[in-house]
T-cell receptor, first 113, second 114 residues
Framework: DQQVKQNSPSLSVQEGRISILNCDYTNSMFDYFLWYKKYPAEGPTFLISISSIKDKNEDGRFTVFLNKSAKHLSLHIVPSQPGDSAVYFCAASAQNYGQNFVFGPGTRLSVLP | GAVVSQHPSRVICKSGTSVKIECRSLDFQATTMFWYRQFPKQSLMLMATSNEGSKATYEQGVEKDKFLINHASLTLSTLTVTSAHPEDSSFYIC??????????FGSGTRLTVV
């Protein structure tokens, strides 16, 4: 059973518009979440994180929202740029589980010029 | 920021041989490093947690005798795929945690066993 789900395997957005990537989790013990971006044949690059004591974290064009009651988080990219085209993974961990992260299956974002 | 260097980036080996992948933290000390494997079009799966000076902790279903992990220093962890078979072909990625920058990933190693 997947503990971290990204139900949209792919997403296409026009350049300049907003990209919204969604992530749902089932384990209520998760209290720290990250988003990673990955280009083909490269390692993931950390984008942004959020802990469960917050419901929003912003870094430049990237904002992550956390809804603990719904066990849902989302990544907003505004404005989207062609260079944002990549696979985005959300990952979750729980303090009590040490530093192990559970990754979602990823969403492939394509930003069209 | 924190940098994790992973080598080689790509390796092709013959079935039955062993391959070593290195993961180095360049500007910080990493007491713990993580090794992941990614199959095509799938997510990253944690294989093992590497602890400096002690034995690695393997995830369920990962053969510890096949995937040997050594974390001999605070800046180096190695993963050796022993007696490689074609089904071991995959993308292997290491990561380490740094106090300020959080988790940093290596650039990955594409292993192809022929």
């Amino acid at each position: 059973d997947q503990q971290v789900k990204q139900n949209s395997p792919s997403l296409s957005v026009q350049e300049g518009r907003i990209s919204i990537l969604n992530c749902d989790y089932t384990n209520s013990m998760f209290d720290y979440f990250l988003w990673y971006k990955k280009y083909p044949a490269e390692g993931p690059t950390f984008l942004i994180s959020i802990s469960s004591i917050k419901d929003k974290n912003e870094d430049g064009r990237f904002t992550v929202f956390l809804n603990k009651s719904a066990k849902h988080l989302s990544l907003h990219i505004v404005p989207s740029q062609p260079g944002d085209s990549a696979v985005y993974f959300c990952a979750a961990s729980a303090q009590n589980y040490g530093q192990n992260f559970v990754f979602g299956p990823g969403t492939r974002l394509s930003v069209l010029p | 920021g924190a940098v994790v260097s992973q080598h080689p980036s790509r390796v092709i080996c013959k079935s039955g041989t062993s391959v070593k992948i290195e993961c180095r933290s360049l500007d910080f000390q990493a007491t713990t490093m993580f090794w992941y494997r990614q199959f095509p079009k799938q997510s990253l799966m944690l294989m093992a947690t590497s602890n400096e000076g002690s034995k690695a902790t393997y995830e369920q279903g990962v053969e510890k005798d096949k995937f040997l992990i050594n974390h001999a220093s605070l800046t180096l962890s190695t993963l050796t795929v022993t007696s490689a078979h074609p089904e071991d072909s995959s993308f292997y990625i290491c990561s380490a945690r740094e106090d300020h920058y959080g988790y940093t990933f290596g650039s990955g190693t594409r292993l192809t066993v022929v």
